[in-house]
């Protein structure tokens, strides 16, 4: 393997683009803070900066929005481009740029510029992925960064709907209501012209999987903010934490950007201009995943003489099909795909037994919708007003966005770019020959939760349920079980004088809701001999799911058990097959809380036995060594490292993780690994912004040579935090590298 390359981040350099000296300073944390005259060069720096630290990922990033992954790693990324191709923005470019403000396309063209430079400054020396791969990066057009990446992430209820539809085809609408609910309670509006057999997870896989390499798992988020009265220092203190795919490297990016009229600090996506979670001046802002409802499957009917016509009313239309060629690692020439479209959208799937296709509409293919592109108007809000008016421009991803200012004001606003549904919910896919199921302009700020100073004087987040009740619009339907929120709500009401300690062991609390119900279920029933010791240490166990817990290993092996269980003995084999898929915790404990107390008791009885004999399979007999951590591990491991070199020089290791799904530490994956957990942490100090801290492990770069590539996994793993600096004094302290860019005359 060729030796890994370290970018020079000290000294001069005379560089093309700029129009004059712009300064990087580097701290001990590997953020850098950017100092420039205007605002051209300011975002040309930032481009030039970031892809320092995260080339490839970045090039990553495009090739997968772009769909030209399978060019670089063969036909399994084929199906990947292809939807890519499909979901791309094929609308008006002046209308696409003016949905993010004035100033975008001068931010957007200065950032890919700084981009190319580096790119050309180290086109003899790239970083070693691309040695490895034996490719080289493509130029950046400003058209990149408005690139759309279709997936969960983006588009949440995709997924849902799908296996909504999967449900109600197999068990009934009943049925599917009753173990795979709606948030508020709703019946789904069926349309009898759908016919929704053959619409399975397995059928839309590609839309239900995830478009980077390597594939996360479902995200999840918290957030919250405390105004002056509960707070020690009398101002506001701001807390959030993402919750992403823990990979190599990190998938956001912390930088400081100063120029006139902009001094944001904060963390955003390697591949876009800008800060998505930080502060400016005046303002502090975090967010959560929202899982607004903004797309829609519509069931076309294709003309049994003609694949290429379907039924608008009573007429046959024709698609728009678009030849396109992908080209693919191993193949002599690029495979030749059509492109489907109707006047729905993209044709993501297709019957091969009848005369039918699945047509997507989705917001992305509306304008301003490039993801996170919007907090470039919310970089620069200056108090609640402005705020608002910005996240206007904030249409994807739709986010719960907290808000804290220096005059100690405090809110929260759902934002994001929903549809306004007239006819029917959006729960299920509906009949596409028909006009009755179109959209109807779109829900502005106006009609979006949010509130403004609440008098329980604090505000928070988790994915949960935001809809107040009586909400007259179709917002969303499906959130994440509630336990994050309550545990959360339940701390902040109970401080008093909060510190920023406060808030960090909040943002690592690891309290499970769901297992204080399901051990009390347990201690109500009468115990069997075989599994007393089980049940005296659940009985005596705290319900926190730390890392070196016994208990908490044995819980949760026992509810993998208990779900199992469950399904095979108490339902039906076809009901149990896909509520295995679908049916979340809370329904579980609802179920389990009701039944009666004989059966109760052989279940939890039976699922807890097999659960110690497991941990003991594992483990071993002295439960005294068993360790929740010890099966819940996070590896950070380099997709290209293959060979036991490239292993020692790429990957950062594996480690212990506590917590679950349901707790404030929210750390998950299958089985019981961990992929996805609270990549980025923030808390922000409104009373002196330099006390503000964060957290982006395994660290800045993506330079595997870099001293930034696994520094903060030191911090990560005694939970502490590395200081987000603002003011310039303080930077300059703890300034370790400093770059000046100079404009280079021809």
């Known amino acids: 393997m060729a030796p890994s390359r370290k970018p020079s981040f000290d000294g001069q350099l005379k560089i093309h683009g700029i129009e004059a000296s712009v300064e990087i300073l580097r701290d001990s944390w590997g953020v850098p803070h950017i100092y420039a005259g205007c605002v051209s060069d300011l975002f040309f720096a930032q481009g030039f900066a970031t892809a320092q630290d995260r080339l490839y990922q970045m090039e990553m990033w495009r090739r997968s929005a772009r769909g030209e992954l399978a060019e670089i790693f063969g036909v399994e990324y084929l199906e990947r481009d292809q ?178 009229g902009w001094n944001v600090i904060g963390a955003g996506e390697p591949h876009l201009p800008g800060v998505a979670l930080g502060h400016n001046e005046q303002i502090a802002f975090g967010f959560t995943v929202a899982p607004f409802d903004q797309a829609d499957l519509y069931v076309e009917t294709v003309a049994p003489h003609d694949s290429g016509q379907y039924l608008h009313g009573q007429i046959w239309r024709k698609m728009t099909v678009e030849q396109d060629w992908i080209h693919v690692k191993g193949m002599p020439q690029p495979v030749e795909v059509a492109l489907k ?25 509306e304008p301003g919708t490039a993801a996170y592109l919007g907090c470039l108007k919310m970089d620069q809000a200056w108090d609640w007003e402005s705020f608002r008016s910005a996240l206007g421009h904030w249409r994807m991803p739709a986010e719960n966005i907290v808000y804290a200012d220096v005059n100690n004001n405090i809110g929260c606003i759902a934002a994001g770019m929903v549809p306004s549904r007239k006819n029917w919910d959006g729960l299920l896919p509906v009949s596409g020959h028909s006009d009755r199921y179109e959209w109807n302009g779109f829900l502005s700020i106006d009609d979006l939760p949010q509130e403004y100073n609440p008098s329980r004087h604090f505000a928070a987040t988790a994915n949960n349920n935001i809809v107040p009740p009586d909400y007259p619009h179709h917002l969303a339907y499906d959130w994440k079980p509630p336990y994050r929120f309550q545990r959360i709500s339940q701390v902040l009401a109970q401080l008093r004088q909060a510190t920023i300690e406060d808030f960090k062991r909040l943002q690592h ?19 069997q001999p075989v599994i007393e010791k089980a049940r005296q240490m659940l009985g005596g166990w705290d319900c926190v799911l730390k890392a070196n817990s016994d208990a908490a290993l044995l819980f949760k092996i026992w509810t993998t058990y208990l779900r199992s269980i469950f399904l095979q003995t108490h339902m039906e084999k076809t009901q149990g097959a896909i509520l295995g898929k679908h049916m979340d915790l809370p329904v579980l404990i609802g179920i389990l809380s009701s039944m009666p107390r004989e059966p109760l008791s052989v279940l939890l009885c039976t699922t807890l036995e097999r659960a110690m004999a497991e941990a003991t399979a594992r483990l071993g007999k002295e439960t005294e060594c068993w360790r929740w951590g010890s099966l819940h591990q996070v590896h950070f491991e380099h997709p290209l490292a293959k060979t036991a070199e490239q292993k020692k020089a790429l990957n950062v290791g594996t480690f212990e993780c506590g917590g679950d799904d349901d707790t404030v530490n929210s750390t998950r994956g299958p089985g019981y690994v961990c992929q996805t957990g609270p990549s980025y942490r923030q808390i922000i100090d409104l009373s002196d912004w330099d006390k503000s801290l964060f957290l982006n492990i395994p660290g800045q770069s993506g330079v595997p040579s870099s001293p930034h590539y696994r520094d903060h996994i030191s911090l990560w793993q005694r939970e502490d935090y590395a200081p987000m600096l603002y003011t310039r004094a303080a930077i300059e302290q703890n300034t370790v590298q400093r770059l000046i860019l100079v404009p280079a005359r021809s």
């Not at 019957?351 to 293919?365: E, P």
């Not at 609390?509 to 115990?527: K, N, T, W």
């Open 83 to 260: 939807l890519s191709r499909l979901t791309r923005y094929r609308g008006d470019l002046n209308l696409e740029w003016n949905s993010y403000g004035s100033d975008a396309r001068l931010i957007v063209e200065s950032f890919t510029r700084g981009i190319n430079a580096y790119i050309e400054l180290c086109r003899d020396d790239l970083p070693v992925e691309f040695q490895m791969l034996d490719f080289r990066p493509r130029p950046w057009r400003p058209e990149d960064c408005l690139l759309r990446q279709f997936s969960p992430r983006i588009t949440y209820n995709t997924t849902y709907e799908i296996a909504r539809a999967e449900m109600v085809a197999t068990i009934g609408l009943e049925a599917a209501l009753k173990y795979f609910p709606t948030q508020p309670e709703r019946i789904p509006f069926l349309d009898p012209e759908a016919d929704l057999s053959e619409i399975t997870t397995q059928a839309l896989s590609g839309l239900t999987s995830l478009p980077v390499h390597p594939q996360p798992w479902p995200d999840g988020s918290n957030c919250w903010v405390i105004d002056g009265t509960l707070s020690a220092t009398g101002k506001p203190l701001l807390a959030s934490d993402p919750h992403r795919t823990m990979i190599l490297p990190s998938l956001r990016y912390v930088c400081h950007l100063v120029a006139p």
């Open 341 to 365: 479209f109707t006047r729905h959208g993209p044709i993501v799937w297709e019957s091969q037994t009848r005369n039918r296709a699945i047509a997507l509409r989705w917001t992305g293919a």
């Open 509 to 527: 609390d690891e309290y499970s809701i769901p297992a204080r119900h399901l051990v009390d279920l347990l201690m109500s029933v009468p115990a």
